[in-house]
């Protein structure tokens, strides 16, 4: 499937010079948003994974769905003070400040094969400090994996040779 027919170019959004890739198109087809998470699937089966981490938001939309198909947990990692439960947090530099994300302390352990799931990686910030989230925990990165890379921002820089997978990539 030619996936990039779902992705819709915003530009200027959501500053001047940015242009975004919008994946809603792609969430609005139920045959392509099927494609990309029987795709994911067929990639991971079988692979050993205990968890799938999905970070917020679009990340949870293809994590929860992948985590049913395979049948295993999902873990989300969100902005800091929208979980519950006792959370560790993990702080990033962002190209105009700081970020960070959090995941709860028992959310995953030692022994945890993880696939790190988002629906983008761009300058690879946020996904670095997720995997530093995990590892902390114990956790092992097996993969990260995104439905589309923005190459020319050279974000694979940023997840220290960690084995990564992207479906669409934009060179």
Do not use: W
């Amino acid at each position: 499937m030619d996936l990039q027919r779902y992705i819709r170019d915003i530009p200027d959004f959501p500053i001047k010079g940015v242009l975004f890739r919008d994946i809603t198109p792609l969430l609005a087809s139920p045959e392509a948003f099927a494609y990309v998470i029987d795709h994911l699937a067929g990639r991971y089966r079988g692979r050993g994974l205990t968890r799938i981490v999905g970070i917020e938001s679009r990340g949870f939309i293809f994590g929860g769905a992948l985590a049913r198909a395979l049948g295993m947990p999902f873990v989300p990692a969100r902005k800091p003070g929208k979980l519950p439960y006792k959370t560790i947090v993990e702080s990033y530099a962002l190209e105009y400040g700081e970020a960070s994300l959090e995941v709860h302390e028992d959310a995953l352990g030692k022994g945890d094969r993880v696939l790190l799931l988002d629906d983008l990686l761009a300058t690879g910030g946020t996904l670095a400090a997720c995997c530093r989230l995990i590892e902390r925990l114990g956790g092992e990165v097996v993969e990260i994996a995104t439905v589309i890379e923005l190459a020319f921002l050279k974000g694979r820089e940023k997840l220290g040779g960690r084995p990564y997978y992207s479906m669409l990539v934009y060179e």
